[in-house]
């Protein structure tokens, strides 16, 4: 779990190189203590930073394993799901990539069930299926919305927004005009990294969009919160509430 963790650190702040490789570095080492337990966590992560690397050849190995693993725990959710994922990724099947849903709802572990839902989404647009990879992504925000994941959530949204969702649409008088609550999930998210110190660019790099994204949502965040600046705003976020 620590390698995962690492790796998962490593990406959000851009070094997918440096993701991958602690990864990888964490899967040789359980290869070679024919050790299946994380692979529940590595397996998905590394198969999606394989592909991304252009290493197709790692990515089918890892699901192989996946497989192979799925086929000694045939009543696990987990491990079903991970393995599904994994090969629908290695092989770029929504079909496949969509059999990872369904036990990763029923396990109940949410990054199971997130990262399941923007995988099967990913493979789902790569197929031309939009309608369905939204719906598949609206259930992923839903869930890191849940447990407060701003930047995760504001990743998803993102996502959503590319293809035409537009979610503030929906429901505008229930939210108020000033305040905490009166942000979007991006406005709390761009918020919450801007209090942790990071610039606009990193911020940007962080929720995969563009600098001028990130000084649009301040604009509006300074406005709503009536702060005027970055101090005033990492105070304002500290005093925040938390999410429901």
């Known amino acids: 779990m620590v390698g995962y963790a690492a790796s998962v650190i490593a990406e959000a ?6 993701a991958f490789g602690i990864l990888l570095r964490f899967w040789q080492l359980d290869a070679e203590r024919d050790s299946r337990y994380y692979h529940r966590w590595l397996a998905p992560a590394l198969t999606r930073l394989a592909i991304a690397a252009d290493r197709r050849d790692l990515a089918r190995q890892v699901a192989a394993a996946g497989e192979a693993a799925a086929a000694l725990a045939p009543g696990v959710p ?4 991970m393995a599904a994922r994994c090969r629908g990724l290695a092989e770029g099947n929504p079909d496949i990539a969509l059999e990872a849903v369904g036990p990763a709802r029923r396990a109940g572990r949410l990054l199971d ?5 923007e995988d099967a989404a990913a493979a789902l647009l790569g197929a031309g299926r939009a309608e369905r990879a939204k719906e598949l992504l609206a259930e992923a925000l ?3 919305e849940a447990v407060g994941a701003h930047a995760w959530a504001a990743r998803v949204a993102v996502d959503l927004r590319r293809l035409g969702v537009r979610r503030g649409a ?5 939210r108020p005009a000033q305040g905490w609550e009166a942000l979007t999930v991006t406005e709390r998210a761009v918020s919450q990294l801007v209090a942790e110190g990071l610039t606009n660019r990193d911020v940007a790099r962080r929720l995969h969009i563009s600098p001028h994204t990130v000084n649009t949502h301040l604009r509006h965040v300074f406005d709503k919160l009536a702060v005027s600046n970055r101090t005033a705003l990492a105070a304002a976020v500290a005093q ?3 999410s429901p």
């Open 113 to 117: 069930h997130a990262g399941s839902c």
């Open 240 to 242: 925040a509430p938390p």
């Open 13 to 18: 702040a851009g070094d997918t190189a440096a």
């Open 170 to 174: 929906r429901g505008p008088r229930n």
């Open 142 to 144: 839903k869930a890191y």
């Open 78 to 81: 987990t491990v079903l799901s």
